[in-house]
Structures are given as C-alpha cells and as structure tokens.
T-cell receptor, first 115, second 115 residues
Framework: DGGITQSPKYLFRKEGQNVTLSCEQN?????MYWYRQDPGQGLRLIYY???????QKGDIAEGYSVSREKKESFPLTVTSAQKNPTAFYLC??????????????FGPGTRLTVL | AQSVTQLGSHVSVSEGALVLLRCNYS??????LFWYVQYPNQGLQLLLKYTSAATLVKGINGFEAEFKKSETSFHLTKPSAHMSDAAEYFCAVSETSGSARQLTFGSGTQLTVLP
C-alpha cells in the first residue's frame, strides 16, 4: 500500500540534544512538507520541498533543519536552538507543487517530548 | 495573503443530529479549499476539496461542504452525526497565484458526539 510513514511515533529528548524525525513516502510525490501542531493552534509549516535537492523555509523554521537527498525521504532535525520543541510533528506530501495537484497526504505523526 | 477562520473551537452534537462546522476564508484570488479530519494521535485525512468546479462538494463519510463566494465561507455539514465522527476537523485554503501554494490551516474544531 502506498503511503507516508513517520518514525518514531513517540520521541523523548533531553534539553540540548538534537533529534531527527524520519519521514518516508512511496507515493512518488515530488513535494513534501513538515508541520508542527500545538493544541489550539492548528498546523504551522516548518519547511517544504518542491523537488529533490531543494527545500524552503516555512513560517516557523528557526531551530529546525531538513534535507531532501532522495525523492522519498524528507527528514527533519530538531536542533537545540529550538526553544520549545515539545509538539506533534506531521509530515505530508503532494503529487507536485503545481496547484492542481497539491492535495496533501499526511503521515501518522511523531510526538516529541523534551524532558 | 490567505487565512482561515474556524468559528467554534469545540462543537457538541447529539448522535443523529445535524453537524455544522464553520469555516471562513480570506484570499486575494480564487482559492482552493479543503476539509481534513484528525483522530487522536493520528495524521490528517482529507474529507473533501473545492477546486473551482461545483460549489457543493461531497466527501467521504457522508460529509459535504458548500463554497459561497459572497460569504467567503466553506462550511462542513453532515445530516446525521455518528459516534465515529468525533474528531478534530481542519479547514485549509490554498491560493492560486504566486508562491503561496502551501496550505494555510485554520485552528481546528473539536467535534464531540453525544449519545
């Protein structure tokens, strides 16, 4: 079955540590996205990638980094510079960046807790 | 710039009653509009989307939404609520022009279905 997988489902981090969240898709989608979700705030865009080897900052990119070396993979690193990283992180993909094909499909999410 | 307002962060209905979740958008150009549903600790699932064709859009699980340009609204309805409809619902907008092709999400509406 095609879809998006995120791992791990739950992640605990000590303050000052960097952690990397995995996102893989087998939908052959060009575009991928990372969102952060906090209670009562909806989804906020962290980074997005229109195509392999390219990515752009979203609305809240500070303290995060990404890479897009392969079409199917878009890992997110939460660095120690992120002041309040505890949140639910969602990865998504869309067939293309073109507006007629930018319906987004979401992974199951990773819940990150900083201890 | 685009934005989405979801009126009512929490809505409660009785099983079998009408479900109405409100969404108003702001967009400088004709928008694409989406409704997503999220069950606890899961990713988002697309319910339906409006892409400038028919103004009444039918989605999965018996939901539908009507695009009203004069009211800048895209309210989600279901004639008869089921216990399994209890979830959080997000409205999202995507503009047609420029680089604003990512989705902008509302803050969500938590739907509770009472027995």
């Amino acid at each position: 079955d095609g879809g998006i997988t995120q791992s791990p489902k739950y992640l605990f981090r000590k303050e000052g540590q960097n952690v990397t969240l995995s996102c893989e898709q087998n939908l052959n989608h060009d575009a991928m996205y990372w969102y952060r979700q906090d209670p009562g705030q909806g989804l906020r865009l962290i980074y997005y990638s229109q195509i392999v080897n390219d990515f752009q900052k979203g609305d809240i990119a500070e303290g995060y980094s990404v890479s897009r070396e392969k079409k199917e993979s878009f890992p997110l690193t939460v660095t120690s510079a992120q002041k309040n990283p505890t949140a639910f992180y969602l990865c998504a993909s869309s067939k293309s960046w073109d507006r007629t094909n930018n319906e987004q499909f979401f992974g199951p999410g990773t819940r990150l807790t900083v201890l | 710039a685009q934005s989405v307002t979801q009126l009512g962060s929490h809505v409660s209905v009785s099983e079998g009653a009408l479900v109405l979740l409100r969404c108003n958008y702001s967009s400088s150009v004709p928008p694409y509009l989406f409704w997503y549903v999220q069950y606890p600790n899961q990713g988002l699932q697309l319910l339906l989307k409006y892409t400038s064709a028919a103004t009444l859009v039918k989605g999965i699980n018996g939901f539908e939404a009507e695009f009203k340009k004069s009211e800048t609204s895209f309210h989600l309805t279901k004639p008869s609520a089921h216990m399994s409809d209890a979830a959080e619902y997000f409205c999202a907008v995507s503009e047609t022009s420029g680089s604003a092709r990512q989705l902008t999400f509302g803050s969500g509406t938590q739907l509770t279905v009472l027995p």
